[in-house]
């Protein structure tokens, strides 16, 4: 039996002209991909409202992803709304925030990506910078032109994280934020920084694996397979249960 791997799902108004501003519900194909490559079962996860259908959700899947979309709502960690800030979805957050709060009970692996890291952050107590301008020093383009699956800048990794012993010390990576953790949640540690300081990974303390990245590690995945490896490492974890 392969693990079943959760991926929270969003929600897109239809654009064409045949149900304008109908609701689907979604996830980026390159999620399914990955965890298929990986030897995960993909499961794409919709917004549901009932607390209780949260955690039944949160109970069938060995693992979740959190995946990556809108900026995290700055009254979730206490701020006002910068007018840096971009398009924010309170009902997704919401969601989330209760989706990860049963995860982390039912101690099933987490891989958090780029607004998925953002939310388990803030949804643990972290705070966030809501624009990558609002932060001293940082001067690299964390918002490549260049394709998705292209790595644009190095992070460095800490010593004694998975990532570390996944990689070891630097690799590069994609980058398609404007957004980025501040204060990093109790009981979580900086897990990789880019050059410029901002940070780029977080770990939850302990051996409960719940990594976030910065990144897009599923864009990457189908040619690079460092970044796959990351996916099967998530996905190994079923075999191990803490
Ligand atoms: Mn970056």
Redesign the pocket.
Same mark, same amino acid.
């Given at each position: 039996m392969k693990p079943f791997i959760g991926i929270s799902g969003n929600i897109i108004s239809d654009q064409g002209k045949r149900f304008p501003s109908y609701k689907r519900a979604y996830a980026s194909n390159d999620y399914v991909e990955a965890v298929t490559l990986a030897g995960g079962v993909p499961v794409i996860m919709p917004i549901v409202e009932d607390k209780d259908l949260i955690k039944q959700q949160a109970e069938r899947i060995d693992g979740l992803i959190l995946s990556g979309g809108q900026d995290v709502d700055p009254l979730l960690y206490g701020e006002e709304p910068s007018q840096k800030l971009g398009s924010i979805s309170p009902k997704r957050d919401v969601y989330e925030q209760h989706l990860i709060q049963f995860a982390i009970q039912k101690k099933k692996p987490i891989l958090a990506i780029c607004r998925g890291m953002q939310i388990l952050n803030v949804t643990c107590g972290g705070t966030l910078y809501q624009d990558i301008s609002l932060i001293d020093g940082a001067s690299?383009e !964390?918002n490549q032109r260049a394709s998705s699956n292209i790595p644009t !800048?190095s992070v460095s990794i800490k010593e004694g994280t998975h990532l570390y012993r996944l990689y070891g010390e630097q690799i590069s990576?994609n &980058?398609f !934020?404007h957004q980025a953790v501040k204060k990093v949640a109790l009981g979580f540690r900086v897990a990789a920084l &880019?050059k410029d300081g901002?940070i780029?990974a977080i770990e939850k303390e302990g051996d409960h694996f719940v990594v976030g990245v910065?990144?897009h590690p599923e864009m990457m995945a189908k040619e690079h397979e460092y970044m796959l490896n990351l996916f099967k490492l998530f996905i190994e974890q079923q075999k191990f249960p803490v």
């Open positions: 690299i !964390h !800048h990576t &980058s !934020h &880019s901002v780029e910065q990144w």
